[in-house]
């Protein structure tokens, strides 16, 4: 099984929105599937390009379920609701920088980012991480998408962001397609 984690920013331009969901179709007819967090913005989108074949992370019951449509025709494969589980909540204490200011909310949100790397259940890791998201000077993928990206970067799962120049060369390299 082929997996790639869809995540990014909640603020997404209209390009961004077009890019990531014929993107993720894409991904999705060459047999992956897509694993994301229901935020806004980038996520959803992603989760739209699919058309069913995705695993939905969220972190806690019904998290944005008016934003995603759960009955639509291209409902995904799954939804886990995981953000207590004891997995993820160990990996904000080991990849956030500053996990004791996180409400408990912001922590089931950063936990939620683990599995959509990790997978869960009978789904296995990413393959890849692809995002769209802010970047730091130094090149560090920023907000809640960031755990996410720290998360795979210590286990060798390349990251994509498509707000970096290089992307679809990555991509090509990544997944040979």
Not at 62 to 68: Q, S
Not at 82 to 110: I, Q, R
Not at 116 to 126: A, F, L, T
Request: with cysteine.
């Amino acid at each position: 099984m082929n997996a790639f984690a869809g995540i990014g920013s909640r603020e997404i331009t209209s390009y961004e929105k077009i890019l990531i969901n014929k993107v993720s179709s894409l991904l999705c007819q060459y047999n992956y599937i897509l694993y994301s967090g229901n935020a806004d913005g980038a996520d959803i989108t992603f989760q739209e390009g699919s058309r069913g074949q995705c695993v939905v992370f969220l972190p806690w019951d019904r998290f944005n379920i008016n934003k995603f449509d759960y009955t639509n025709k291209w409902k995904c494969r799954q939804y886990f609701e995981v953000g207590h589980e004891e997995k993820g909540f160990k990996s904000v204490e080991d990849f956030h920088p500053n996990p004791k200011v996180l409400s408990v909310y912001a922590h089931a949100l950063m936990t939620r980012n683990y599995f959509q790397v990790m997978g869960y259940d009978r789904y296995p890791k990413v393959d890849f991480v692809l995002c769209c998201a802010n970047e730091d000077k130094k090149g560090n993928v920023q907000g809640g998408t960031g755990q996410a990206c720290r998360i795979a970067k210590s286990l060798n799962i390349p990251v994509i962001n498509i707000r970096n120049p290089n992307w679809k060369e990555l991509l090509k390299t990544t997944h040979g397609k």
